[in-house]
């Protein structure tokens, strides 16, 4: 299966804007997806993260509260909405399989994902 992420682009602090993460290959109904994010001269950093089914939901405390993520299954979608920007949450995101979320939970370890797309470049300027 190949994930792309789309729906990038450049936004001032304080706005807001909305990921797509959509898969080819198969339907992702089964799995958990996680959002992940790699800024310039850093290490890729996980993001959020969601069951299969919607009803679980994980963040990380940088952005726990301003980013909500949401799926449609029968769109074999996964989104990131992302509010309040920063211009530190500059970067480019990922979004990744989890197939180890139905035994172990969900997590932020991004060595746990797998199926990495394609990034879309989000740049949040002062």
């Known amino acids: 299966v190949q994930l792309q992420a789309s729906g990038g682009g450049s936004v001032q602090t304080g706005g807001s804007r909305t990921l797509s993460c959509t898969a080819s290959g198969r339907t992702f109904g089964s799995d958990a997806v996680g959002w992940l994010r790699q800024a310039p001269g850093k290490e890729r950093e996980f993001v959020a993260a969601?069951?299969?089914?919607?009803?679980?939901?994980f963040y990380a405390s940088s952005v726990k509260g301003r980013f909500i993520i949401s799926r449609e299954n029968v769109k074999n979608t996964v989104y990131l909405q992302m509010n309040s920007l920063k211009p530190e949450d500059t970067a480019t995101y990922y979004c990744a399989l989890d197939p180890n979320a139905w035994s172990q939970g969900l997590t932020n370890m991004p060595e746990r994902y797998r199926d990495w797309g394609q990034g879309t470049q989000v740049t949040v300027s002062s």
């Open positions: 969601i069951n299969f089914n919607g009803q679980s939901t």
